[in-house]
Every structure is written in structure tokens, then in C-alpha cells.
């Protein structure tokens, strides 16, 4: 068996204001796609509590790295700082977006409560429907439908089907 050395890697805005991908691969496989709300403090060489875990996360489910988006590119540490922005989804959101549904083994929807922030949530399900993805994934829904953020969730949980996109519930 092959040992691979953990490899990092951000693409970040030139203002350095959005954080449009985030990479982390321990093998050779596709990643698992995180979506989540917005970029805190991780970039290509730090990772902050949130990253840690969508790794734990993956690496308990066997996959071999992960990548992840968000429905706003402003990096800030608090959602409410995000939503004071002028342009808190970023110029280029969608095209990274796009690219690293294109390059994962699977989608987990996990942008919290705040999701609905300007109606990104819908647009985020447009652009994975237009992408071809119709069967994503969460680790459990919110009481108002938004799939859970993943930081404060129990280790042990298993991707499941995320209805709101396709209307499926395929649970694994």
C-alpha cells in the first residue's frame, strides 16, 4: 500500500476577501465535496476547526481527501460579518463551484441555518442540478430544512440523501 503525504492547496481571491476552494487529499481518490456557508481562517496551509473535522468526517468514511465550497466565498469568521458584505457570494463562486463538483466522488450539503442568506441555498441547488448532480448528500437536516454545518456533529454519522435538491430520499 502506498503511503500519500497530505496535500493542501486554496484557491483565494487576489484581494485576498474569497476563499473560492479548499483542498485536502490524503490519497489517490476523488474527494467528498463539503459545501458549507463560508470560508473562516483555513486556506492552503491552516486548517481551522471546521476543516478538521469534514476531514474526520472522510476519513472515517474511507475517502481519500476532501474539497470544499461554499454558497458565499467572503471569508469571515462570523455568518453575520458574511452577510454584511457588499458581494458576499464572490465573483467567481460559481465557477469553482462548478469545477469541484466535476472532480468529487460526492456532494455533502452542509452550509447550517444561514443557508437562506439571500436565497443562495436555491441558487446552490440550481448550480448542482445544472451540474448534474441530483442525488447530494447531508448529515441530517436542520428543523428548517437546511443541511446541519458539520463542526458540532457526532464523529459517526453517515452521509444520507439531501432531499431538497432532487426530492429523493435515497438514505445510505
Not at 458549507?36 to 491552516?46: F, H, K, Q, W, Y
Request: hydrophobic share 35%.
Amino acid at each position: 500500500m502506498t503511503d500519500f503525504a497530505l496535500k493542501k492547496s486554496a484557491e483565494i481571491s487576489e484581494c485576498g476577501q474569497y476563499r473560492y476552494r479548499l483542498s485536502r487529499r490524503w490519497g489517490p481518490g476523488l474527494p467528498t465535496l463539503f459545501i458549507m456557508l463560508n470560508p473562516s481562517t483555513a486556506d492552503a496551509e491552516i486548517d481551522d476547526p471546521t476543516i478538521r473535522r469534514c476531514m474526520g468526517f472522510a476519513k472515517s468514511w474511507g475517502r481519500d481527501g476532501i474539497e470544499v465550497v461554499n454558497l458565499f466565498a467572503f471569508q469571515a469568521t462570523s455568518p453575520k460579518d458574511m452577510q454584511t458584505a457588499a458581494d458576499p457570494v464572490g465573483p467567481e463562486n460559481e465557477v469553482h463551484v462548478e469545477e469541484a463538483v466535476a472532480e468529487c466522488f460526492e456532494v455533502i450539503c452542509a452550509w447550517g441555518a444561514h443557508g437562506s442568506f439571500k436565497a443562495q441555498d436555491m441558487v446552490m441547488q440550481r448550480w448542482l442540478r445544472e451540474a448534474g448532480v441530483f442525488q447530494p448528500y447531508s448529515l441530517g437536516e436542520t428543523v428548517d430544512g437546511q443541511p446541519r454545518h458539520p463542526l458540532y456533529l457526532k464523529a459517526n454519522l453517515q452521509p444520507r440523501s439531501y432531499p431538497s435538491v432532487c426530492g429523493g430520499s435515497d438514505d445510505r
